[in-house]
Nanobody, 123 residues
Framework: QVQLVESGGRLVQPGDSLRISCTAS????????MAWFRQAPGKGRELVGL????????YYVDAVRGRFTISRDNAKNTVYLQMNSLKSDDTAGYYC????????????????WGQGTQVTVSS
């Protein structure tokens, strides 16, 4: 079992960069694939990207590919989301999630979730 806590979200301006973090407590972080999701006001939660257990494989949705980078430091039990060239459409609560199974096909299959951190992009 693992607990996830996101941090680093804040108000930024369009074009800014921001790195948010997700730190895990408990056992097993290094065995979990991780994902970042986001939920904009009035909208459903959507996938941002994924990172494999060792960090060697990443995936991003089209909306963020080329601007966002997911990384992880298993020694620190932390996964990061580096966000560059932020747009107003990126405004959302950002959540990290952990998958303890061989594969999580959709967000309903992720086992652990953080409480989220708010990123607001506005001029």
């Amino acid at each position: 079992q693992v607990q996830l806590v996101e941090s680093g979200g804040r108000l930024v301006q369009p074009g800014d960069s921001l790195r948010i973090s997700c730190t895990a407590s408990g056992r097993g972080f290094s065995n979990y694939a991780m994902a970042w999701f986001r939920q904009a006001p009035g909208k459903g939660r959507e996938l941002v990207g994924l990172i494999s257990v060792a960090g060697g494989i990443t995936y991003y949705v089209d909306a963020v590919r080329g601007r966002f980078t997911i990384s992880r430091d298993n020694a620190k039990n932390t996964v990061y989301l580096q966000m560059n060239s932020l747009k107003s459409d990126d405004t959302a609560g950002y959540y990290c999630a952990a998958c303890s199974k061989l594969r999580c096909r959709d967000q309903s299959e992720f086992n652990y979730w953080g409480q989220g951190t708010q990123v607001t992009v506005s001029s």
